[in-house]
């Protein structure tokens, strides 16, 4: 499951690491009939008037430029669950607010836990601290978070019977999302790109059909024979709600969306082709909607375990493809070619090696990208227990490339 979060082109960022610890907000809550506390952001005892975002991305943003296939001065980077557990002062903020919902459902803490990588390290994007489970409530599914067993959905949908429950989303139910990417494209101030992110229709199926997480997919992969009229009903009602989603997350200021389809690499190729790709396709869905409503916001795509899907997932229309770490980037490039992006994928494993060997392998990964069309990521998700100094390091190798100098530029050639 992605627990992110899911988050600059100034050259100038200090290298090194600081600590966020002096972000000290202002609460000022209420209560939703769930429980769950929502509030308003005020960094510095400051009042802040929050207005709407554009709903289109600056061209200077580097990263945006880069998922267009744009020129650019060096690759822009920045890490899937970038903020998180491997962070000292998220754990000490955990302490205080222990329930994951509550972190990730209240407005404060969304963008103060989504501001302490940027505070820390700089990254080129900083995405919205959330989770791909969010928006099920909104639209007729809910769920808790258990301590052991993860997310619970405690009736699963496998008939047309559990179909019923399901409605129209409801974006009023997600105005903490809202109004944390819009208080974050104030703090950010045009220095990185502002990141969402949404789960893919079969990714959050699979969820919602087996009842929570899963080794086996069995119900799911079951249900596309058994029940074939049921799952393409939930999953047509699944790409409508989150394609609104997404188009919510750019109206509110997200400058770039990524889709984590992330067990679709649980399903072989063709099964995949069949129950995942048609829901997020640029000729029928997701990439559709989103690209009509919001024509210059890039799309990213990510799939775990992609090696075998990397031309099918070309196929949908977004503008970027995530590659995992399984995948060498070489080769992941010549399968994809120079007409779309790519990102990704230092092994999150490296970031336990000694620095100069992290070093090496994210020049050989910029190498093997080209100076065109690359953000710089890992292949997965920061691991729990990641030394924040070696996160610092990543972020100072990727400033401290110059594709504008012929030495550089010789080095990246493909």
């Not at 020129?71 to 970038?82: D, G, I, K, L, T």
């Not at 079951?222 to 074939?228: G, K, L, N, R, V």
Request: glycine share 8%; aromatic share 8%.
């Amino acid at each position: 499951m992605v627990l992110i979060s899911l988050n600059s082109g100034c050259g100038c960022c200090s290298v090194g690491w600081k600590s966020s610890s002096f972000l000290v907000p202002l609460r000022i809550n209420s209560s939703t009939p769930n429980g769950i506390r929502v509030g308003s952001f005020n960094r510095f005892n400051k009042l802040r008037v929050v207005t709407p975002s554009a709903s289109a991305s600056s061209p200077e943003l580097l990263l945006v430029k880069a998922a267009k296939g744009l020129p650019v001065s060096r690759p822009p980077a920045w890490m899937m669950r970038q903020a998180g557990r491997y962070m000292a002062v998220y754990r000490k903020l955990a302490e205080k607010h222990p329930s994951f919902r509550e972190r990730s459902e209240t407005t404060d803490l969304i963008v103060e836990i989504s501001l302490q990588p940027w505070e820390a390290f700089r990254p080129d994007g900083v995405i919205i601290f959330s989770d791909i489970l969010t928006p099920l409530p909104a639209f007729g599914v809910p769920f808790d978070i258990e301590e052991v067993r993860g997310p619970v959905i405690q009736t699963p949908i496998r008939s047309e019977e559990g179909l019923k429950a399901l409605h129209p989303i409801n974006l009023d139910q997600l105005n903490f999302v809202g109004d944390s990417l819009k208080i974050l494209k104030q703090e950010v101030n045009g220095k990185a790109a502002i990141l969402g992110f949404v789960g893919a229709p079969w990714t959050i199926a699979t969820y919602i059909v087996e009842g929570g997480t899963t080794r086996t997919y069995t119900n799911i992969k079951s249900m596309c024979h058994t029940a074939p009229h049921v799952l393409r009903s939930l999953l047509s009602h699944l790409t409508e709600a989150i394609a609104a989603y997404v188009v919510y997350q750019v109206k509110s200021g997200a400058d770039c969306v990524q889709i984590f389809d992330s067990w679709g690499g649980q399903l072989p190729p063709n099964m995949w082709e069949l129950w995942s790709k048609p829901y997020i396709n640029e000729y029928f869905q997701i990439v559709s909607i989103v690209k009509r409503e919001c024509p210059e916001i890039p799309l990213v795509l990510y799939i775990n375990g992609n090696g075998g899907l990397l031309e099918k997932m070309k196929g949908t229309g977004v503008d970027v493809i995530g590659l995992d770490w399984t995948v060498d980037m070489a080769d992941g490039r010549r399968r994809l070619g120079d007409d779309i992006s790519i990102q990704g994928n230092v092994d999150p494993a490296y970031l336990f090696s000694p620095l100069p060997a992290l070093t090496d392998e994210i020049h050989r990964v910029v190498k093997c990208a080209g100076p065109r069309g690359h953000i710089l990521n890992l292949g997965h998700g920061v691991l729990v227990g990641t030394p924040e100094e070696a996160v610092a390091r990543f972020f100072d190798v990727a400033r401290s490339f110059n594709f504008d100098s012929v030495e550089d530029k010789s080095k990246v050639a493909v």
